[in-house]
């Protein structure tokens, strides 16, 4: 498959506007692990190829394990996943899902349980980030299998 469009060819200031919503959110109080479970569950959920291989390897990077990783799909049937990673979990699917949703206030009402309203809203915020870039990669064809854990993550997940 042959990429459409290059990260070079978009507008800089665009591509840095996506960034800071990335940058806000590596400095917010959600766990930055279940941030990027997030960012995996959501990126299977509209099959982006670049966005799974990128996520993967960051939980990687960070201790995650194989079997939560490739069980991710099946979380409601999997006893891998705590209370508030299932919480943010079915946030996430009902967020993505907004038009099929209309995101239920039972969805709301657990998510509650388990986050304030400025967590809840950062999570909303990764949530949104996520499927902006899953859109763009999966529209502009971006080639899985390129990207690598910076080192500063990869030795986040060391210590």
């Not at 990429?3 to 800089?12: A, G, K, N, P, Q």
């Not at 506007?17 to 590596?26: I, K, P, R, T, W």
């Not at 991710?72 to 907004?98: F, G, K, N, Q």
């Amino acid at each position: 498959m042959k990429t459409r469009i290059e990260r070079r060819d978009v507008h800089s200031g665009a591509y840095r506007a996506m960034l800071g919503l990335e940058q806000y959110l590596d400095t917010c109080r959600l766990d930055k692990k279940l941030l990027d479970l997030i960012r995996l569950r959501v990126s299977q959920m509209n099959g982006c190829a670049y966005c799974l291989d990128m996520h993967w390897k960051e939980l990687r990077a960070k201790g995650e394990t194989d079997q939560r990783m490739y069980s991710l799909e099946a979380w409601r049937e999997s006893p891998y996943y705590s209370e508030v990673e299932r919480a943010a979990l079915a946030w996430a699917e009902t967020v993505t899902r907004v038009a099929e949703t209309r995101i239920p206030d039972e969805e709301y009402q657990q998510a509650r349980r388990h986050f304030d309203a400025p967590q809840l809203a950062d999570l909303t915020l990764a949530v949104a980030a996520i499927n902006s870039w899953n859109r763009l990669n999966i529209a502009f064809r971006t080639a899985p299998g390129t990207y690598q854990v910076p080192q500063a993550h990869a030795a986040a997940g060391r210590a």
